[in-house]
């Protein structure tokens, strides 16, 4: 009963370099969602997918891409990494909105940028 | 601009008596508001949710009730007990797109139930 599984854990990056965040999900959700979360802030959308193939930008898209080729599937890239994105990143999943909405997260990838 | 605010930081509360965490949002377009819990090192966990059209819903030692016209929400823990002691993130939904409806958190305020 994995739910959602999040790729890697933790990572450690010098600026510039790239990296992906994998996010994936056996509940055959539909909506999936990437966060971040920064100290007193909450947790701030980065990009979100309603489906298999489609993306959108959250409110904190700049600086990241995002992939949903596949339902279980969300990427999460950083192409050229700032220090700004040191942060903690969390992927959810929920199969749809009101009632449906309740979103299920992974545990989590601490990512810091040197 | 924060939409959703939880203005206490931090919280504690003794073992057996009521925890209150409090939530004002100020977007009359939310409709749908969720609690979520969060230990150090795990993703948020969902706890109990309740829609705008309701004033209140209960789920065992946990209640949530909504005051609409103060855009108020607040998350009743009793009795609460130690294992309680976490990060709980207030969320306030609102529909945006005919697929999407918004999802904004709050800053969260930290619990800790002191034995």
């Known amino acids: 009963n994995a739910g959602v599984t999040q790729t890697p854990k933790f990572r450690v990056l010098k600026t510039g370099q790239s990296m992906t965040l994998l996010c994936a999900q056996d509940?055959?959700?539909?909506?999936m969602y990437w966060y971040r979360q920064d100290p007193g802030m909450g947790l701030r959308l980065i990009h979100y997918?309603?489906?298999?193939?489609?993306?959108a930008k959250g409110e904190v898209p700049d600086g990241y891409n995002v992939s949903r080729l596949k339902k279980q599937n969300f990427l999460l890239g950083l192409e050229s990494a700032a220090p700004s994105q040191t942060s903690v990143y969390f992927c959810?999943?929920?199969?749809?909105?009101?009632?449906?909405?309740?979103?299920?997260f992974g545990a989590g990838t601490r990512l810091s940028v040197l | 601009d924060q939409q959703v605010k939880q203005n206490s930081p931090s919280l504690s509360v003794q073992e057996g008596r009521i925890s209150i965490l409090n939530c004002d949002y100020t977007?009359?377009?939310?409709?749908?508001f969720l609690w979520y819990k969060k230990y150090p090192a795990e993703g948020p966990t969902f706890l109990i949710s309740?829609?705008?059209?309701?004033d209140k819903n209960e789920d065992g030692r946990f209640t949530v009730f909504l005051n609409k016209s103060a855009k108020h929400l607040s998350l009743h823990i009793v009795p609460s007990q130690p294992g309680d002691s976490a990060v709980y993130f207030c969320?306030?939904?609102?529909?945006?797109?005919?697929?999407?409806?918004?999802?904004?958190f709050g800053p969260g305020t930290s619990l800790s139930v002191i034995p």
């Open positions: 959810a999943s929920s199969y749809g909105r009101g009632a449906l909405a309740i979103q299920y």
């Open positions: 509940m055959n959700h539909e909506y």
């Open positions: 997918s309603v489906g298999e193939g489609t993306t």
């Open positions: 977007n009359s377009m939310f409709d749908y």
């Open positions: 309740i829609s705008s059209i309701k």
């Open positions: 969320a306030a939904s609102a529909r945006v797109k005919t697929s999407y409806d918004k999802v904004i």
